[in-house]
């Protein structure tokens, strides 16, 4: 007789629901026909003190399906706004998501546990509340390549089945993501209440935010200046991580934009192939407001829709509140850029940017572009050059270029940057090696592992969420893992899950 699943306790502690009514709604999760659990994140539920094992057991199961709700659990929709694609929506909200609750996790920070396709809400619209199982295992394949990448992101815990068919262009199985993150509230919901002229909602959320995903920061005598300018930082340094590589989110509306400074809400996400900076790969971004090389500008345009809701708070004076959030929101393209600029200087093996590197960054780009060269193969190729000219040694490089004519210029100056500064080539090569990611979630490797999971072999997905916990590893048995897509294997268009 085997022994009986352990039962999985969740200690519970949540500060959001602490918070006015109007800020959520309360309500249950839609109960899943027959769950079935696809995949548990075992090393995370450590780290959030949960038992894996309990989790995959029928009743951890029917947690996560959102069939049972766990003792201390406060199930709830929140609530905001936002702009999709520069339009403004005085009400979003979670549609198909419910905040379970907050546990703490290894570093004694608090995290949400949120379950998506949960249900319809309050918040849904016209939405069935519910998720297909493509777009659930897209966010867990891509949202955990991007935690092993290094970049701040919410994080999948789980992918259940739910036994039902969810009707999109056509009837697809359902499934529910359970993901983690510091926090879910969003530039849009600082929006909801700004146009509701509810100030004293604002400043709840202002300190709210500060104090949960801030605590660093001296709130001094203007709370709300000290938390914009923390988002300010977190996003310089999340869209740098992003642009560093090849990463486009796709969506980056107000209500997708986190306070916490996480990548949130993988919908039509992709890691360009090809280098381009227009790259679009959003079927609904039919202008390229989100492409490639827009993200630093739209994230500034976010953050100045997150000035704008905080104005009351930032002073008495009008004027002078105006001046402030202007000033804090003017200093970002530069501290983006200085973001960014350091990450590809390590990159391109450089210890500590110097003047002209912007230029020697910029024009790589641009040979990556005229060769039509390959993102994330020709960092990877670069880093194993040796500091000396060595035609054998630089054959895999070229051989991603169509035409070499920018190329071989380029990498008489570089060869050059590298000359003047005191790094042995070994460790240069291991700074790049460490920087430059020999995977990522190819777009063409995503889909064929939904498919064959919608056909019921989830083999493929098991093996890419496998190989793609170490990026930066060379792993000659995936191989076919970090080629770019074949013109027949090309995916052009991501789709959004709603």
Known sequence: MSAPAPAQTFAFRNSYARLPERFFHRQPPAPA?????????????GFLGLDAAALASPDGVAILAGQATPEGAEPLAMAYAGHQFGGWSPQLGDGRALLLGELEGADGRRYDLQLKGSGRTPYSRSGDGKAALGPVLREYIVSEAMHALGVPTTRALSAVATGEQVLRERPLPGA?????????VRVGTFQFFFAREDVDALRRLADYCLQRLHPDRDPGERPAEALLQAVIDAQADLIARWMSLGFIHGVMNTDNMSIAGETIDYGPCAFMEAYHPNTVYSSIDHHGRYAYANQPTIAQWNLA?????????LGEDEQAAIDLAQAAVDRFPTLCQARRLARFATKLGLAAPEEGDLALVEDWLQALQA????FT?????????PDAVDLAAEAPLRALFASTDALDPWLARWRARLAAQDLPQADRQAM?????????????RVEEAIAAAEAGDLAPFERLVTVLERPFDDQPDAEDLSRPAAAHEAVTQTFCGT
């Open 33 to 45: 026909p027959a769950p079935r659990l696809l995949r548990v994140n075992a090393p995370l539920a």
């Open 176 to 184: 529910v993501l359970a993901r983690i993150s510091r926090g879910h």
């Open 305 to 313: 829709r997150l000035a704008q809701s905080l104005l009351p708070l």
């Open 371 to 374: 060769g039509g060269a390959d």
């Open 377 to 385: 193969l020709a960092h990877r190729a670069l880093g194993a050059l």
């Open 432 to 444: 790049q090696r460490g920087a430059n990611p020999a995977f990522i979630p190819r777009n063409h």
